[in-house]
């Protein structure tokens, strides 16, 4: 098993030196060689198994190069319980005769990345010292505000790593920005962009594309690499949850092994509805996959006509986290569909870069037509469905989550189609508590009231608890203030690993 770029113009890597670099140097994204195969007969063998052993089972598909004993321990670390507030790690709840939820915020920072980021820098340190480097590796995150606290706390002193996350100034919530501006480690480093995610992840694409500066860096005993999900090391464990509950299914009588099932995954950058589409390939019984995604509703349209096309303006939305015009992680899908052909990727990804806008060919759009739907939910719709879904059943959502139950809403609808269908919950209710609790309890409820006070209101009227991570946020010292110009971000890079 080696991993190529989907650009075709970078050597094919072992599995560790993908998670070491992150990002092909040739500008494309690393994928495995082939789609390991996951039998009937072994989705039977993994039904009793816990999540780790899951986790541990399909890891050892992909990290060919890593020993089962390092696999085992990077995910007994990862996934500890003094780490997840659950012991299933990633639990399921029934909604109703066809609907479930997949909770996968019980992490630390209380959102689904820490499904990735509090394995991937056990993942990262073991592929550094496989591949024999010496020198310090430089985790570069541009984040729309869940990715940067999830890998500021799954890289804190972590030995020979230092993490620099760089967040639009105007585009994260205040819970989100205090997570990260109060992190504490001697070897990370936050920063404010002034623009958008767009603006802050072109800006980190571009540092990590300049040969000159990397050379320059490595002069200094430096290597960048990414914590975004352009790394492979962060997508390989999100394919795991959605085994994780197709099994829970089977396992709680909900549906007979080998029966298929809908997944709708509320999508940004395309990793994590990326991941249930490897885990469909490997075998796993999927009847669709749902994209769901709020007014910056580029995948939307891309779905239905097969043109991407970024050229529209930015809207901030109650879901920030999937506030997103360029959609990095579709790279490895069109690469996949269009038969691993790196020349037709190229094409794309420059008329993306230079006109903004790109087509792809019948072949490719049919096998997007086969697997994927898509509708997205605006602002009103979704505090709507927070609303409705607590009335009804008595379970808070946050916004993002309510993305996709309310583009589930309308896939139901349009389709008629029933089949037993699966909801990724993204982040926990109380980490986007001002939109939740305005939605639950009214404007005038929440009129005048801080996102703390709201916490507080959140958590007496829902009888839920607080995660810990978000509980006291307030009374946290404030460690960084910078902000940067978006033309400036190198140089802040430089400035920092300087001192
Ligand atoms: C990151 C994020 C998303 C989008 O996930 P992608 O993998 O970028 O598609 C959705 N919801 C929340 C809460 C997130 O943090």
Same mark, same amino acid.
């Given at each position: ?247 829970? =299914?089977? !396992? ?5 092994? %080998?029966?298929?099932? #809908?997944?709708? @995954?509320?999508?940004? /950058?395309?990793? +994590?509805? =990326?991941? !249930? ?5 490997? %075998?796993?019984?999927? #009847?669709?996959? @749902?994209?769901?995604? /709020?007014?910056? +509703?580029? =995948? ?200």
């Amino acid at each position: 098993m080696f991993y190529e770029s989907t650009r075709g113009e970078f050597r094919k890597v072992s599995s560790a030196e993908a998670i070491k670099l992150g990002i092909a140097p040739d500008g494309g994204l690393f994928v495995p060689s082939e789609i390991k195969q996951i039998s009937v007969s072994k989705l039977a063998e993994m039904t009793g198994y816990s999540y780790q052993d899951k986790a541990a089972f399909i890891l050892k598909e992909y990290l060919s190069d890593f020993t089962e004993e390092e696999i085992k321990e990077c995910v007994s670390k990862g996934y500890g319980h003094d780490r997840f507030d659950v012991p299933e790690i990633a639990p399921l709840r029934q909604i109703d005769n066809t609907l479930h939820i997949l909770e996968l915020w019980h992490g630390p920072t209380s959102a689904f990345k820490d499904m990735a980021l509090q394995l991937l820098p056990h993942l990262m340190t073991r592929a550094a010292a496989k591949t024999g480097g010496k020198s310090t590796i430089v985790i570069l995150v541009a984040t729309s505000g869940d990715t940067g606290k999830a890998a500021l706390e799954g890289f804190r002193d972590v030995p020979g790593t230092k993490i620099i996350v760089f967040y639009p100034q105007e585009g994260v919530s205040q819970m989100q920005r205090l997570q990260m501006v109060t992190q504490e480690g001697a070897n990370v480093a936050v920063v404010a962009v002034q623009g958008n995610f767009d603006d802050a992840q072109t800006g980190v694409k571009s540092i990590f594309g300049d040969k000159q500066f990397n050379l320059e860096l490595s002069r200094q005993n430096y290597s960048l690499s990414s914590a975004n999900s352009i790394n492979w090391g962060r997508l390989v464990p999100q394919i795991v949850y959605y085994f994780s509950a197709y099994l829970d =299914l089977v !396992a709680g009588g909900n549906i007979k092994q %080998g029966e298929k099932i #809908n997944f709708v @995954v509320p999508t940004g /950058n395309f990793g +994590n509805i =990326l991941a !249930a589409y490897y885990a469909m390939q490997m %075998g796993l019984p999927v #009847n669709r996959l @749902v994209c769901a995604a /709020n007014a910056n +509703n580029v =995948l939307t349209d891309f779905i239905h006509t097969g043109i991407y096309d970024r050229g529209r303006s930015f809207k901030r939305t109650l879901s920030p986290s999937m506030d997103i015009l360029i959609s990095s992680n579709l790279e490895r899908l069109l690469y996949h569909l269009c038969g691993r052909d790196p020349v037709r990727v190229r094409g794309w990804m420059s008329d993306l870069n230079q006109k903004g806008v790109y087509h792809i060919d019948g072949g490719t759009r049919d096998g997007i037509d086969r697997i994927f739907w898509s509708a997205y939910s605006d602002d009103q719709e979704t505090l709507e469905t927070i609303r409705s879904y607590y009335r009804r059943f008595g379970y808070l959502v946050d916004t993002h989550t309510a993305v996709g139950l309310s583009v589930y809403q309308k896939y139901a609808a349009a389709t008629g189609d029933a089949t037993r269908t699966v909801v990724a919950s993204t982040a926990s209710p109380f980490k986007f508590n001002d939109s939740v609790a305005r939605a639950i309890l009214g404007e005038e409820a929440v009129r005048g009231k801080d996102e703390f006070k709201l916490l507080q209101v959140l958590g007496e009227t829902s009888g839920v608890a607080i995660p810990v991570g978000l509980r006291g946020l307030d009374q946290k010292p404030v460690l960084f203030r910078e902000t940067t110009a978006k033309e400036q971000m190198k140089a802040v890079v430089q400035k920092i690993l300087s001192v």
